[in-house]
């Protein structure tokens, strides 16, 4: 299963920024699909996640700022940030945990990564 996020890039304090992450491969289904991000020399950091009965659950440092959803049939995650600051600047992946077709196999699959910037 491969994961691909997009939607990064450059906007200032206060704005917007939508991501996007894309799950394709022989996928039966999803249990949850979850956005991290990264700093230089920091640990990777939960910001959202969702699973398949729909259930947000969001880091508080972003609560009531960014909003993740899903569209099933496409096996796509967004991440809506609005009122961005600074400190969200950081690298955003994309999690995907779910089960393989043929043999049903359990698998979590990251993307590569989109940078978010915020300027001050």
């Known amino acids: 299963v491969q994961v691909a996020e997009s939607g990064g890039g450059l906007v200032q304090d206060g704005g917007s920024l939508r991501l996007a992450c894309v799950a394709s491969g022989s996928i039966f289904s999803i249990n949850a699909m979850s956005w991290y991000r990264q700093t230089p020399g920091n640990q990777r950091e939960m910001v959202a996640t969702?699973?398949?009965?729909?259930?947000?659950v969001y880091a508080d440092s972003v609560k009531d700022r960014f909003t993740i959803s899903t569209d099933d049939a496409k096996h796509t995650a967004y991440l809506q940030m609005n009122r961005l600051k600074p400190e969200d600047t950081a690298v955003y992946y994309c999690?995907?945990?779910?089960?393989?077709?043929?043999?049903?196999?359990?698998?979590?699959?990251w993307g590569q990564g989109t940078q978010v910037t915020v300027s001050s």
């Open positions: 999690e995907v945990d779910g089960v393989e077709d043929p043999f049903h196999d359990r698998f979590k699959s």
């Open positions: 969702i699973t398949s009965g729909k259930v947000p």
